[in-house]
């Protein structure tokens, strides 16, 4: 029955698929241009008459989409100077950058958590700040983190260290905060020490809603990281969209934005598989 | 440059105005040529300098001995004493009398790092650094800076550049004061503005070259056709690519000339120059003035039309610049005199129509403008589709002329006070040689064997009204529509 429920989802998301690339295809497809009359008036070629334009319209058209994927996926590592590389180094670049940003923020925000989680002090101590700061957009800081930082690689995973942290406080402090009396009481009738439980009781009782709070992180890290790098420039996949946002190349945009999607996917399923690890049932 | 501001400019006894005494014997003024045009002994002494034979002291026109090295010195202390005085004579004679020219030059050095800033210009020296990061937006504008890199320009001076693509001004800015960028393209406005701080934190910025003049141009929507009278713009809002700049200055200009309060009657938004074509056609703006290709791009692409150029607001108007911080170039003179002449070839490359196919070329790919050639090349040779159905033909649409005229950055700084980017006072000149680097500029064309103007002052005609740069106070109170 599940197999079968299966099978019948993966054909339905294959028609859905075809149906959206054939209304695509027919809505882009290119002018039958009419047989030019003679040569083209300087005027016409000035105008790039002569050129292959993508469609009347301006939107690429499917085909032309995935005839440029393939020729970028063919060479995604090449390097032609600080401004032109391929789209396997430009990802490796926002990868990086959401990584490392990432990492800071769990090195800083778990152990936070955790310490706030398990003193209801300091939790109502802490609460205003993080309610006020939980909400700001993190390009906002990016004017002020160029500023201080003065180094623009510094500033983008700054922005994703502040983005990301928190989601991973938030949820670390209410994991730790909501672990079950009657599992510390029974660490207590034991006579663990406060480390102790921390360790083998608050810490596998938690893991699953502070990964889930890590795994919100990163989403929003990867989302992030697009519009720090449009920012910024350089390199990265923001920057790509970028580049070929200044010459109107719609096939390179639509193309950047599905790796994006696929690349967000897989830092998101990597982190479910995590989840899986530390799943419990009562 | 006469040989008459080759004066020592720390004597008290000498005069450093160009025509006052006349060493052709006439007496009245008017009455010689040599007020207006280089003397002869000058040019033949460069000349000589050109093919590196030694030069002979010229007694006759300077009054004392001055060697080859010496006079350059001479060229940029007498531009700086005089800067000082506000080119007041009787001011500069009376003070070093009561103080001693020594204690003065003395003085002067410690404030001001002449002695790097003179090494710099002149040639010879290991380069402190030879890796450098320059940055650019991506324009037109930057040809100079951009085509040096693919075309060879810095590699003949021994440096290996890194040009790097940056996502606006603001960025730019921000990069070079970071010091991520060692040097950068920016708008001629900018230099000045940081050096002043506004709008920026404050850091003496340097402007050693011009890199295009003209070279821009107010692109409208295609549904405004018939609105081509400035008079028809009240509630339309223009995008411009940054506060500081020719753009957003020459924008409020045209439309307070023809009657519109720029702050009031329309309204004017930053946008960075790639995102302007997208922009229009979404039609959040109705129209901009802004760098190309983006006027042609947005031709080329069916969506306006290229209303009027720039240069028929002021013919020759300066736009984009190279720029550093002068702490930079103290820290690294030999560099930056190698940056300086490479950029200065460079745009003497540009200027000659006959590369410009070429040029297009080389800065088209994705790695630099990443536009369709036939658009850049529309751009440099000025034979272009106006959106309107005519092919036009304008070879000065853009051009490239390296010399930064003391009285561009006076008008710089009279517009800035005009629309209220400043509110305090300062010292035009100072300021405008103190950032403006003509006669170092002058120096670097001459070695390199082009034709450098003899003065760093003249007056412009901007939509013609002429711009007089001895009473900058005066013309911006003949402006009737002005913040200040």
């Known amino acids: 029955m599940l197999s079968n429920l299966n099978f019948r989802a993966t054909v339905l998301s294959l028609v859905m698929l075809v149906v959206f690339l054939g209304v695509w295809q027919l809505a882009t497809a290119p002018e039958v241009l009419a047989p030019q009359q003679g040569e083209l008036s300087e005027y016409e070629q000035l105008m790039g008459g002569g050129t292959d334009r993508s469609s009347s319209s301006g939107i690429p058209a499917p085909t032309q989409v995935f005839s440029h994927a393939f020729s970028e996926l063919s060479n995604p590592f090449y390097d032609a100077g600080p401004n032109d590389k391929g789209i396997g180094i430009q990802l490796a670049y926002s990868i990086y950058r959401v990584l490392l940003g990432f990492a800071l923020a769990a090195l800083i925000a778990i152990p936070l958590g955790f310490v706030i989680g398990m003193s209801p002090l300091l939790n109502k101590a802490f609460d205003p700040y993080i309610q006020i700061l939980k909400p700001i957009s993190p390009l906002a800081w990016m004017p002020l983190a160029l500023f201080v930082i003065r180094d623009s ?74 519009a720090a790098e449009m920012l910024v420039g350089g390199t990265g996949i923001g920057y790509y969209i970028w580049n070929e946002w200044n010459n109107l190349d719609l096939a390179s945009v639509i193309f950047a934005i599905i790796m994006i999607g696929i690349v967000g996917f897989l830092l998101d399923a990597s982190l479910a598989q995590a989840t899986k690890f530390v799943r419990y049932a009562d | 440059m006469p040989t008459k501001s080759l004066h020592d400019p720390f004597d008290a006894n000498a005069d450093l105005r160009h025509g006052s005494s006349c060493r052709h014997g006439h007496t009245g003024p008017g009455s010689c040529s040599c007020f207006d045009t280089a003397s002869p002994d000058l040019e033949e002494k460069l000349e000589r300098r050109a093919t590196h034979e030694p030069v002979q002291a010229d007694a006759h026109a300077t009054g004392e001995d001055l060697s080859d090295e010496a006079m350059v010195d001479r060229a940029v202390e007498s531009a700086i004493v005089r800067g000082m005085f506000g080119h007041n004579e009787i001011n500069r004679r009376r003070f070093l009398q009561m103080i001693g020219g020594g204690t003065v030059a003395a003085a002067l050095g410690s404030i001001l790092p002449l002695d790097k800033v003179k090494a710099a210009i002149k040639d010879g020296g290991p380069l402190e650094k030879t890796k450098l990061r320059v940055g650019f937006v991506p324009i037109t504008c930057a040809t100079p800076i951009i085509m040096a890199h693919p075309m060879g320009f810095y590699e003949r001076h021994g ?158 108007h300066p736009c984009c610049a190279f720029a550093c911080s002068a702490a930079w170039a103290d820290e690294h003179p030999n560099t930056f005199g190698a940056l300086f002449r490479s950029l200065i070839e460079a745009t003497q490359y540009s200027s000659d129509i006959n590369n410009r196919a070429e040029i297009a070329e080389a800065i088209s790919p994705r790695a630099y403008l990443n536009q369709p050639q036939s658009v850049v090349e529309q751009v440099l040779t000025g034979r272009y589709a106006d959106g309107l159905g005519n092919v036009q033909n304008d070879p000065h649409r853009i051009d490239f002329d390296p010399f930064p005229w003391h009285s561009m950055a006076t008008w710089i700084l009279t517009q800035m006070k005009r629309w209220g980017y400043v509110d305090r006072d300062f010292d035009y000149n100072r300021l405008a040689e103190d950032v403006f680097l003509a006669s170092e500029c002058a120096e670097v064309m001459t070695e390199l064997g082009y034709e450098a103007p003899s003065d760093t002052y003249k007056n412009f005609e901007i939509m013609g009204k002429v711009f007089d740069y001895t009473d900058p106070e005066g013309y911006l109170d003949s402006f009737a529509i002005r913040r200040s």
């Open chain 1, 153 to 226: 690689n510094m500033s983008a995973i700054f922005v994703i260290f502040i983005c990301s942290i928190w989601p991973m406080l938030v949820n670390t402090a209410y994991g730790v905060a909501s672990v079950r009396n009657d599992w510390l009481n029974v660490a207590k009738t034991h006579q663990l020490s406060n480390l102790r439980t921390a360790f083998t009781v608050i810490l596998p009782a938690a893991a699953p809603t502070i990964l889930t709070g890590m795994r919100i992180s990163i989403g929003i890290a990867w989302l992030v990281i697009v």
């Open chain 2, 159 to 316: 440096l290996d550049v890194d040009v790097i693509k940056t996502a606006g001004w603001a960025v730019a800015r921000d990069m070079s004061l970071s010091g991520e960028y060692d040097a950068s393209h920016m708008l001629s406005p900018m230099p000045l503005s940081m050096t002043l701080g506004s709008g920026s934190s404050r850091e003496h910025y340097i402007m050693p070259a011009v890199e295009n003049i003209n070279g821009q141009a107010i692109t409208l929507h295609n549904k405004h056709k018939d609105k081509r009278d400035p008079k028809d713009w009240k509630g339309f809002t223009f995008a411009v690519p940054f506060e500081y700049s020719m753009h957003n200055f020459l924008l409020r200009y045209l439309v307070a000339e023809h009657g519109l309060d720029p702050d009031r009657d329309i309204s004017i938004r930053v946008v960075p120059p790639p995102e302007m074509v997208a922009n229009l056609r979404a039609e959040n703006v109705d129209g901009y003035l802004a760098p190309d290709p983006f006027n042609q791009r947005a031709v080329w692409d069916g969506i306006g039309f290229i209303h009027m150029l720039t240069k028929d607001i002021w013919d020759g």
